[in-house]
């Protein structure tokens, strides 16, 4: 199954998760080859997701939003082989609502446009960040 973006019942319920405090949203992205815009302009996928960069980075930058953490995949070591993702990283928000906010934005939708056409899977994970720690699962681990 491929995911692009989310829906209204995953946005509802990202609305009514109401912890407090900051929020990371882990990215997971795949782009497409040649990117897919409706009025057929032709650039890669990475161009068009680049573009998006630049044209969100403003937005991101103005609801307090920032990355904190970048890596490139390297190898898939537990999970599916065929699944690589081009873009991982994770993206730090003040609260909730500065998301939402983003999302909103009319400058944000434009760039959306262009995420939309250059990305062929994606996957979007909220987390609560905590404290790290020295173990993997123990109590250390856990958030409050």
């Known amino acids: 199954m ?8 995953d946005y509802e319920a990202f609305k009514a998760n109401d912890s407090a405090g900051p929020i990371h949203m882990l990215n997971l992205v795949k782009l497409r080859e040649r ?5 057929g302009t032709d650039v890669s996928g990475q161009e068009a997701y680049s573009t998006y960069g630049r044209l969100s ?7 307090g939003g920032r990355i904190v953490w970048r890596g490139a995949m ?3 070591v537990i999970g599916p082989k065929d699944l690589q993702w081009d873009l991982c990283f994770i993206a730090d928000y003040p609260q ?10 009319p400058e944000y ?3 959306m446009v262009h ?13 609560a960040p905590v404290e790290g720690g020295t173990g993997f ?3 250390d681990a856990k958030g409050d």
Do not use: C, N, T
Request: proline share 4%; net charge negative; charged share 35%.
């Open 115 to 127: 995420r939309q056409a250059a990305v062929a899977d994606s996957r979007l994970i909220r987390m």
């Open 35 to 39: 990117a897919e815009y409706e009025d």
């Open 2 to 9: 491929v995911y692009l973006g989310f829906g209204k019942e």
């Open 74 to 76: 390297e190898q898939m």
């Open 96 to 105: 909730p609502g500065a998301f939402l906010e983003m999302l909103k934005d």
């Open 137 to 139: 699962g123990g109590d």
């Open 57 to 63: 980075g403003p937005v991101f930058e103005r609801v």
């Open 109 to 111: 939708r434009v760039a």
